[in-house]
């Protein structure tokens, strides 16, 4: 028997995959499956994004680059990041990662280890917690509740805190619950955070600029307090519909940068040539794809949410950010695996139940409305007559 280090029986799924080939398996054996479960646009990258990655390949940009990514890259994410937050931070802060997801991945490896705290949401993103776990650290949630709309609460975060914790990780907009955290909570959580200066920052915000509604997207980088301790983590994935290139950034403090090169020159070398220009003509090209996209996806939003609260037992409040409903399903009498489970099986629709974010995500379903309006209909008018007719189990 091969003897493998003891983290990696504790790793944990990100299960919108695994629903993601089952729906596939269900399709390839001639069923109609309907997918709310994945977590990607349903668009296209923009034509002129792609361009320039053709024109990288067709320029020879074949072979390795920078490690932390070219500096016309880099210098670009800090002059869009000056644009759009009014803050100015050196490239040599920017760092260019494999995907969103590779930021958290390292910032968790760099806190945790056994003995140490770290604070994540629950309901959350459901990697966070299984790389907390991977690295034997304490993981510690932080509920998020739709009592308080699945904003986060600063007084309750704080309260959590102890001599132990290394990592507070932050996402608003949230997955799966759709969250906003309104800047008077993130200005009372710096305020506090002042009292545990140790304590490093994650703020996700890979979906800024998804939010609707006059909801307003608080960046952490706006508060120079914490600058010295804080790690963000964006990316082109979401605002670009480029889940598929692979392509993040984050903005590291300049005391972790050269741990944080050496790490990534231990794992992946450098990011793929040709996404890192595209990657440079997403930020400093047109904006209106991303614009028409966050509109379309606005009036899913609300058709997702309407037809969601005439379900019977079920009600949503109204997402504020990134694609995703979040339902209280409590009434119908169903556990939310259970239902989520009958519903794809049975009913042809794809979501994904609630505890796969948490345990505080029992209760709720999560329906990603990156899918077309006439397939959210037909999915939601499958999932109303499974209701009326199906017992619960
Ligand atoms: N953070 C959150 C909250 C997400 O929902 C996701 C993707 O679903 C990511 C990070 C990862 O993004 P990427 O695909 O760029 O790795």
Redesign the pocket.
Known sequence: MLRTVAGFDRLGEENAFTVLARAAELSAQGRDVINLGI??PDFRTPEHVVEAAVQALRDGHHGYTETTGILPLRETVAGYLAARTGVTIPADRVMIVP????T?FAAIMMFGEPGAEILYPDPG?PIYRSMIEFTGARPVPVPIRESNDFAFSAEELLSLITPATRLVIL?SP??PTAGVTPRPEVNRLVAGLLEHPNVAVLS?E??DRIIYGGAEHVSLLGYPEIRNRLIL?N????TYAM?GW???WSVWPTTLVERFRKFAVNGWSCVNAAAQYAGIAALEGPQDAVDTMVSEFDSRRQVTVDLLNRLPGVSCVAPRG?FYAFPNIAETGWAAKSLASALLERAGVALIGGPDFGTLGEGYLRVSYANSEDNIRKALARVGDFLAEARPR
């Not at 995907?99 to 590779?102: A, D, R, T």
């Not at 990316?235 to 979401?238: C, R, T």
């Open positions: 977590g990607q995907g969103g997801k590779v958290m993103f996402n949230a997955n996700d890979i979906y983590l990316g082109w994935s979401k889940t692979r392509l993040g990134a």
